[in-house]
């Protein structure tokens, strides 16, 4: 008992120290939206058999989306401050000794009869953000470009950026997300070979890698490891843990919009908290359909690989309904077309 006491000790002191870095943490890029070409006027699709149902759906979405966009700052700043009022994702989006000091009740937001004994955002706003989304949709985008033109870029779930992928999604990272289920199945959690799981962080820089360590009991061995892996290894990606209080205030925030889901999807928590982060948001890789809004190409579900979501956990098409009216309300920005593509 005495020594996984001592284990969470170091492990919050380790990230105390993590985290403070970024209050110093600021980037200088300048500030170039991004600019997407405009789509070509097309019939009607006729829906493939993969996506025979949801021709309705896409013709309502472009109907909404094919409106001029322009950003609506009052709109913006009630939604924001709705967000921030509920959620306070700034100071407790993820797990410090400020916000949750060291002996106090730690509540799992995914079981609330599980309790543990036990880095901060800075109050800096960016300019410019986006969240890339790993929907088929940016595939052969041309994106890369413009998403790397932002000042804050949040990836989720360790997604790939090498390998021609770079000039559709970009490589600049600021924060990833590691969802434990990835550390269990691709790293065989961490319990056996670790030098992968390190060798593939190289594509993220020193961003910061966020972990859903507290969401269930099974999360924190897995998370743990993946926390001292990076320490073992000296990886310079700079991992923090989600705050659990964070992530149930948010979902409580969502059902009050009238978003029903078992689970959010990692895509709009991560939507949520870049709401509070930024003036300006973009959206990229955010499109629930198998097929192309104007290519009509079918597509995959991933724009690296065809696996199928879990449908009964999460409900995309429910949540790009709500991001797409915030889009239409000038409140964020989604990104349904290819984006130019770079002359060099």
Request: aromatic share 10%.
């Amino acid at each position: 008992m005495r020594a996984q006491l001592l284990t969470l000790m170091i492990t919050l002191i380790f990230l105390g120290s993590v985290v403070t870095t970024l209050v110093l943490y600021t980037l200088d890029n300048n500030n170039v939206e991004p600019h997407l070409k405009k789509p070509e006027k097309k019939n009607s699709p006729q829906s493939p058999a993969s996506c025979k149902d949801c021709r309705e759906d896409i013709k309502k979405a472009l109907q909404l989306y094919s409106q001029v966009w322009k950003k609506d700052d009052d709109n913006y700043q009630k939604f924001r401050s709705q967000l921030s009022h509920k959620c306070h994702g700034l100071e407790k989006a993820i797990l410090t000794q400020t916000n949750t000091p060291l002996g106090s009740k730690l509540v799992y937001d995914g079981e609330k009869k599980r309790t543990l004994q036990e880095p901060l955002f800075s109050n800096k706003t960016w300019h410019t953000c986006a969240v890339v989304g790993n929907g088929g949709i940016v595939a052969n985008s041309s994106c890369g470009k413009t998403i790397d033109s932002a000042q804050f870029v949040i990836r989720c779930n360790l997604p790939p950026l090498s390998n021609g992928y770079e000039k559709h999604v970009g490589v600049r990272t600021n924060l990833v997300t590691a969802n434990p289920s990835i550390l269990l199945e691709k790293y065989a959690a961490l319990n056996e070979r670790r030098r992968s799981f390190v060798e593939n962080l190289r594509s993220y820089g020193d961003s910061m890698l966020l972990l859903p360590a507290f969401s269930y009991g099974r999360n924190t061995p897995v998370s743990l490891r993946a926390l001292y892996t990076i320490e073992d290894f000296k990886s310079p990606i700079r991992p923090v843990f989600f705050n659990p209080a964070y992530l149930q205030s948010l979902a409580v925030f969502w059902r009050s919009q009238g978003l029903k889901a078992a689970r959010l999807s990692t895509g709009i928590i991560m939507t949520s908290l870049a709401l509070e982060l930024c003036e300006n948001l973009n959206l990229y890789g955010f499109w629930p359909f198998s097929i192309h809004p104007y290519s009509l190409q079918d597509l995959t579900n991933h724009y690296y690989d065809d696996r199928k979501t879990k449908v009964k956990v999460h409900a995309m098409p429910d949540e790009f309904n709500f991001l797409l009216r915030l889009h239409s309300q000038g409140v964020l920005r989604l990104h349904l077309g290819d984006c130019e593509p770079d002359e060099k």
